[in-house]
Nanobody, 128 residues
């Protein structure tokens, strides 16, 4: 299974950008897909999550109201629409997929180690 992100780039502060993640290879029944980001010198942090079973979405405070995660199950893609971008949103954004956590007997994934597959990342740079 491969996860490939795309759509990153340079955007001005206050602008919008949508990044995408395409899953290919042997597709399992994903329990949850998520976006994380990592800025230079900082730890990887969670940005958004969507549960495959019910489509519910979850965000940390900094992303709620500005970012939207959504999926296209027929195309095996998940997207992150980012609005009102700020320079502090500059980071490499990673797509992650979980098929164990979120399944029977397992809680929904909330930690990086609970995700089974990761993409290579896409750079998002927000200029001031």
């Amino acid at each position: 299974v491969q996860l490939v992100e795309s759509g990153g780039g340079l955007v001005q502060s206050g602008g919008s950008l949508t990044i995408s993640c395409t899953a290919s290879g042997r597709i399992f029944s994903w329990r949850s897909m998520a976006w994380y980001r990592q800025a230079p010198g900082k730890q990887r942090e969670w940005v958004a999550r969507i549960n495959e079973v019910d489509g519910n979405t979850y965000y940390p405070d900094f992303a709620r109201g500005r970012f939207t995660i959504y999926r296209n199950t027929t195309k095996n893609t998940v997207h992150l629409q980012m609005n009102s971008l700020k320079p502090e949103d500059t980071a490499v954004y990673y797509c992650a997929g979980a098929y164990i956590y979120g399944g029977v007997g397992y809680p929904m994934p909330t930690e990086t180690y609970q995700y089974d597959f990761w993409g290579q990342g896409t750079q998002v740079t927000v200029s001031s």
